[in-house]
């Protein structure tokens, strides 16, 4: 079964608004998350990390006021799209590394969530 | 720059043959590398990890590990229409957490 689970899979809304989306880690804790984006036949971006307890690190280009990052618990991390534009839609996929033993460095994937802003 | 290269394919290959996709990497402190499948539309999924230079098999999959050629293969024997998918190679960076992402090799298989 999924060891992150990510909420909502798909939502729509009015350019403006702004759009939360959260990823949980469910058997495991997870002081590190990723937020990933990915357009149509592309791979996958990586946006920021997530870091429990401390500010998220973004990747070069990526406007942190834009899109906000809360790693609230060691099992749960939301991204916050701020007042979302078309440009924003894309597939959005959290993961947590699982640590220790022999899943030691493997990222697991939610299941994503697609955003379209009209 | 680190850098994860794949052949975007598409790759075709008639059901039951051997699909094999390749990957190269540059960070030569790597020590962990996985290759994922992404169905269209949904989120990638593991299918294998390997740490070790050599062969490492897992049913029809088989990775193979040649650091100091740094290059990491999938074989994928027995093809089947429902590995029909996007492979991505992935390299965890040296010192972190974060993986670098190859940009995927479409595989068809032809039924």
New interface residues.
Partial sequence: GAVVSQHPSWVICKSGTSVKIECRSLDFQATTMFWYRQFPKQSLMLMATSNEGSKATYEQGVEKDKFLINHASLTLSTLTVTSAHPEDSSFYICSAPRTGGLSKNIQYFGAGTRLSVL | QKEVEQNSGPLSVPEGAIASLNCTYSDRGSQ?F?W?RQYS??????IM?IYSNGDKEDGRFTAQLNKASQYVSLLIRDSQPSDSATY?C?V?ASGT???I????TRLKVLA
């Avoid at chain 2, 539309?41 to 593991?46: A, D, F, I, V």
């Fill in positions: 962990s996985f994922y539309g949904k989120s990638p999924e593991l990890f991505l992935a965890k957490y974060k993986y992402f190859g940009t995927g």
